[in-house]
């Protein structure tokens, strides 16, 4: 079965940290571009990080950059994303995603992990 499972989510004090995983099974990442996102209540699905392979380094959107750091190893079939220092606006939805290379409207997504910050 094709799939990917996040897990690492939960809640966390303003300041604090979380790494968040993604376990790919049925299929090799090393294809795959893989992916965070994030959709908070009432809000659009946001990109929080991409690796294109692992040997790429990570990029992420401006509003993203300085506390996530998202890394992935492929013999693994893993994705991995360190948040640091975390702020009650990243509260959300946590997804993971992989996109195939060549043919990228095929796609993956986990089911999400919940990430709450909150005093």
């Known amino acids: 079965q094709v799939q990917l499972v996040e897990s690492g989510g939960g809640l966390v004090q303003p300041g604090g940290s979380l790494r968040l995983s993604c376990v790919a099974s049925?299929?090799?990442?090393?294809?795959?571009?893989m992916n965070w996102y994030r959709q908070a209540p009432e809000k659009e699905r946001e990109l929080v990080a991409t690796v294109v392979s692992a040997a790429s380094t990570a990029y992420y959107p401006d509003s993203m950059k300085g506390r996530f750091t998202m890394s992935r190893d492929n013999t693994k079939n893993t994705a991995y994303l360190q948040m640091n220092s975390l702020k009650p606006e990243d509260t959300a939805m946590y997804y993971c995603?992989?996109?195939?290379?060549?043919?990228?409207?095929?796609?993956?997504w986990g089911q999400g992990t919940q990430v709450t910050v909150s005093s």
């Open positions: 995603n992989a996109r195939h290379r060549s043919f990228p409207t095929v796609e993956i």
């Open positions: 049925g299929f090799t990442t090393s294809n795959y571009i």
